[in-house]
């Protein structure tokens, strides 16, 4: 029996996604914060809630929301949208989406299922 190259079947692997890797350490980075991580959760099940919701959903205060929101704004995985007087935010990273499906964060009921 041929002795399996592991070295050369692990090297192939990572140059088929060498390029993804700096993106992905950025997601597990803004996924590593407890808060920020019940954000994108409560997001995720609740697209679309102001600030005041999602502190209340996650047991935060409105400022830390605000705070944590802000990063993940700047990383771009959020998007805001105007709705009157309140700023509605929502989930628009295809990767932390998938992430959280794979770690079975409840999905929106407001959404079907995919």
């Known amino acids: 029996m041929a002795e399996i190259e592991l ?3 692990g090297s192939e692997a990572l140059s ?10 950025e997601v597990f980075s803004l996924c590593a914060d407890e808060t920020r991580i019940r954000l994108l959760i409560a997001m995720h099940a609740a697209p679309g809630s102001s600030v005041t919701q999602l502190a209340e959903a996650a047991g935060l205060s409105p400022n830390t929301v605000t705070q944590a929101l802000s990063t993940l704004h700047r990383a771009g ?6 709705d009157g007087k309140y700023r509605r935010w929502r989930l628009v990273h295809p990767g932390i989406h998938q992430l959280l499906h794979q770690l079975q964060a409840p999905h929106s009921v407001l959404h ?3």
Not at 16 to 25: D, G, M, R, S, Y
């Open 77 to 82: 995985v959020i998007q805001v949208e105007r």
């Open 16 to 25: 088929k996604v060498q390029a993804t890797i700096p993106e992905w350490i």
């Open 7 to 9: 070295e050369k079947i």
């Open 112 to 114: 079907p299922e995919h």
